[in-house]
Structures are given as structure tokens and as C-alpha cells.
């Protein structure tokens, strides 16, 4: 189907349904690293992003929402249990719940009736679903976690090494694993929204695409309409030098120093075009629910587990508090209850979206879970809405552990101290002032009361000091598990 037709499908559904007359149907369109500056309805004059936009002309965007951690198996694990990650334990990449039987999104959705299905990248270990029924059999969930992640070295700045392979497999073609991942997952969510039947339980359809993760290999039309189009990116004199310690850990880490100009400019342009790819693969998805028995009476949200950096302040991939890594799109869409072409532009995270699933179900969560539901600001937009964000990284190729709090036009980073011989380092940005986040603002002390301020808050969202969280981190991550990796 077309996307006018598509448009179409949607527009004659609004109204049809009062809400209230029986819970809706979620279906959940997660992606990993969408980098929200990468899609036209967040402002994108270059980015092709049709469905995407589609679904936010139908719903309503949210301009200022965080993940809760900048890495694929926090953030993931953080959604699935409905906490803060340092609560969870989710460290790092190889990091699992607490047990197969805690508390999840999916076991409230089960709790108030609803058949919890998944259907893509949850990044799970291979022995765990968390209650979710899974109906595709991906090696996106069949991760072998162990708990470890690297131990902390904050003197460990050795020259840069070669350059990481990843950027070798920046390139036009045909087919990837990212590729192959995201095809399954679409053929799977339509062939279950075709068999799926009016009278059954209602869904909640987690639908986990790949894209645009990389590596960043997408075929040669997505590639074209970028090429030699996208800037380069903005790196004023003497920011890298002035980067937190921390970052410059991950430029030596991840080994992405000094990448050559024509590497990062294919990098972007291939991601663009990486974005475009997943977009089309989201618009089968949609087109299919258009064309469904539960178009009218299902809420569709779109969102990202991170964002990337593409090269932004001397960094990729993701793993830093700055707005391409910590911010993601959010949209939510259900023309029978909101208007379209709606914007939300206070900060809140997908820890409050977890809440808003269940407040949409019906479903209690536990007492101590985080975040709020977003339900009474979509209702009403001009709803007392917190406008607080917090997400936290505690993985790998860094110092120390650090946390950041974003509330109203400001942004406050912590960075626990990496040894004795280390002070903690301070980030603050006014991102009405500079959105570009070069002029941290910490040290001025015009500002020294609103850091303490905000520092305090931060311990209050995330329930410690990061200073805690992170000695705890240091407790386990060097042991992990006492799981053995698997013999091959």
C-alpha cells in the first residue's frame, strides 16, 4: 500500500472508537541507535523518513525524551523491569535481571490480560524472556550474559591503536545481519497481525528492529539521495582535548580517534540512508495494521533504545550523555483518543513510557518501579508534567560510571571519581543556549548552586549518589556471574 493510502487508512479511523470501551492493543516499534536528529518529523531537512513522519502526523512526538542508559543491554533490561539500571543491576551489555522471574513490563501486560509477545531484538540472554512469549528465534536474544564488564583504569590513556573495524564496514550492499534481522522481524509481526483474530486476548506486540545499528551497510538506493549531502559534523577547536575524561576513554576504547574525513563523511551518509532502509521496514508494519481488524482500537508508539553519535564530538556509536546518544525519538499514535501533529517538548524517558503502557492496559505496576505515566500529558497537553530525565552508564571502556539529570533547559552530567588520585568531573549544558553542548558550564561559579541543585535531584530520581551505584558496579563487574562462556 502506498503511503497516501496508507494516510488515508488512518484518517477515516478517527473517532471510530470511544476510548474506554475495552483495553487498546500496543504494538511497540523499538529500534536500536536511532539518532533522533535522523528523522524528519524531529527536524530532519535530509532525512527520509515517510512512515516514521507518517505516524507522528497521526500522534504525538515527544522533542525531549532519554533513554536510560546509552547502551543496548541497560536500556533494554531498564524498560523490561521498569527501574533505573544501576537498581537492576543492569551494568552492562552482559548484564541480566536479577532472576527470569522478576517483575517485567511484560508480566504486568500478562497481569491485566494481555498476551505479551515478542517479536525482534530484546538483546535477552539465550535462557530468559522475562515473560514475554517470543514468536521469532533471533540470535539478537540468545546472548550468553556472564555479568563481567571491563574493570575501570582511569590512567589507562595510551596512544590511540588502529583504527576499529567496525569502519571497515562502512559500505554499500545488499544484504548484512542487520538486514537479514529486520526482514525476519517484519515478515513476523505481519504474519501474526494476519492470524491474529478479533475476540483473542488484546496484544502487547514488542517489535525490536536491528537498524540502524551497525554495522552500516545498507543497499545502494538508500545510499544515493545522501551522498555528499550530509554535513560533517561540528567540532569546534580545542573541544576534543577539552572532552571529560571519561569520553576520552572511549575515543581510545573504541578505537576512533583521528578517523579520516572521508570515512566519517560515508559513515553518515550510509547511516542516513541505514535509517531510511529501517523506516521502509517500519511502513510494512504500519501498512499492515492499517489494513487489520484492530486498526482503530490499537496505540502504536515508536522510540529507540539509544541514540548514535556519527562522529559528533570526536565520538560513535553511543556509550555518552550527549544529546545524539542519550535523547531518542519518541512518538505515540492512537487517532480514536489524541489529534495528530501534536508536540510534547518537556524531557521525560522510557522509563515513564514503560508506566504509560500499563496505564493504558489497565495494569498495576510494583510500588517501587520508576518513571510516570505519560497518559494525562497526551490527554492534556498542558498537564503539570515533571520535565526530569535521568539515565546512567556504567559500561565499558570508561574511567568511572557516570549519570545524568535533564530537567527543564538543562543538563547536569556527573562523573564518579575514578580513583583516589581522580577528582569526579561535572557536565552542565543549557541546551536553550547551546544545543550543541560546547560550553559546559560547571566551573563557573555563578552556577554552583543550581549544580548542587540539580545534583540532588539526580540522587533522588535514580534513589542513590552515583558515587554508590558505582562502587557497587565495581563490586561485581570484574567477577560477573561465576558463568563460564560457553565451549565452541
Given amino acids: 500500500m502506498a503511503l497516501a493510502a496508507i494516510q488515508r487508512s488512518w484518517q477515516t479511523l478517527r473517532g471510530r472508537r470511544a476510548p474506554g470501551e475495552g483495553p487498546p492493543n500496543l504494538v511497540f516499534l523499538f529500534s536500536d541507535e536511532h539518532n533522533a536528529g535522523v528523522m524528519g518529523a524531529y527536524g530532519s531537512p535530509l532525512a527520509r523518513t515517510p512512515h516514521l513522519d507518517g505516524l507522528a502526523e497521526r500522534g504525538v512526538v515527544f522533542e525531549s525524551a532519554y533513554c536510560s542508559s546509552p547502551l543496548c543491554g541497560p536500556s533494554r533490561l ?39 509477545v515478542l517479536c525482534g ?34 590512567d589507562d590513556l595510551a596512544p590511540p591503536r588502529e583504527l576499529s573495524k567496525r569502519f571497515s564496514n562502512f559500505r554499500v550492499g545488499k544484504d548484512s545481519p542487520v538486514l537479514r534481522h529486520d526482514r ?12 491474529r483474530r478479533r475476540g483473542e486476548a488484546p496484544f502487547f506486540l514488542l517489535v525490536g528492529f536491528l537498524a540502524p545499528h551497525f554495522p552500516l551497510i545498507v543497499p545502494e538506493p538508500y545510499w544515493a539521495p545522501y551522498q555528499g549531502r550530509v554535513p560533517a559534523p561540528e567540532i569546534p577547536d580545542g573541544q576534543l582535548a577539552s572532552l571529560p575524561r571519561n569520553y576520552q576513554h572511549l575515543r581510545l576504547g573504541f578505537r ?31 501498512d499492515a495494521l492499517a489494513r487489520s481488524r484492530f486498526a482503530d482500537d490499537t496505540v502504536v508508539v515508536y522510540a529507540a533504545d539509544h ?16 544529546e545524539h546518544a542519550a535523547r531518542v525519538p519518541l512518538v505515540v499514535s492512537w487517532p480514536a483518543r489524541w489529534a495528530g501533529g501534536q508536540r510534547r517538548s518537556g524531557a521525560c524517558s522510557l522509563l515513564d513510557l514503560v508506566q504509560t503502557f500499563a496505564d493504558l492496559g489497565g ?11 505519560l497518559l494525562p500529558w497526551l490527554d492534556d497537553p498542558q498537564h503539570s508534567w515533571k520535565d526530569r530525565a535521568a539515565a546512567e552508564y556504567f559500561g565499558h571502556n570508561v574511567a568511572s560510571g557516570f549519570a545524568m539529570l535533564r530537567r527543564g533547559r538543562w543538563k547536569y552530567v556527573y562523573h564518579t571519581r575514578p580513583s583516589p588520585r581522580h577528582a569526579p568531573e561535572r557536565e552542565l549544558y543549557d541546551l536553550a543556549a547551546d544545543p550543541g553542548e560546547f560550553h559546559n558550564r560547571a566551573g563557573r561559579p555563578e552556577h554552583a548552586a543550581l549544580l548542587a541543585e540539580l545534583h540532588a535531584s539526580l540522587v533522588r530520581e535514580v534513589g542513590e549518589d552515583p558515587e554508590e551505584a558505582e562502587a557497587r558496579c565495581r563490586a561485581v563487574i570484574g567477577e560477573g556471574y561465576g558463568r563460564p562462556e560457553p565451549e565452541i
Fill in 78 to 116: 531498564s524498560l523490561t523491569a521498569g527501574k533505573y539500571a544501576s537498581r537492576v543491576g543492569a551494568w552492562g551489555n552482559r548484564s541480566w535481571l536479577p532472576g527470569d522471574d522478576v517483575p517485567s513490563i511484560a508480566r504486568v501486560m500478562r497481569g491485566a490480560g494481555y498476551d505479551a
Fill in 121 to 154: 531484538k530484546q538483546h535477552y540472554d539465550a535462557t530468559r524472556r522475562y515473560g514475554f512469549r517470543e514468536i521469532t528465534d533471533l540470535r539478537s536474544n540468545r546472548y550468553h550474559k556472564t555479568g563481567i564488564v571491563n574493570r575501570r583504569d582511569p
Fill in 184 to 195: 525476519t522481524v517484519a515478515a513476523s509481526a505481519l504474519d501474526f497481525l494476519r492470524k
Fill in 256 to 286: 576512533m580517534s583521528d578517523v579520516p574525513a572521508e570515512v566519517v563523511q560515508r559513515g553518515r551518509e550510509l547511516y542516513h540512508g541505514l535509517v531510511t532502509w529501517m523506516d521502509e521496514q517500519v511502513g510494512t508494519v504500519l
Fill in 307 to 322: 541514540g548514535e553519535n556519527l562522529g559528533e564530538h570526536g565520538l560513535w556509536w553511543k556509550n555518552c550523555m550527549y
Fill in 363 to 373: 495494569a498495576a505496576t510494583p510500588d517501587d518501579w520508576d518513571g510516570d505515566s
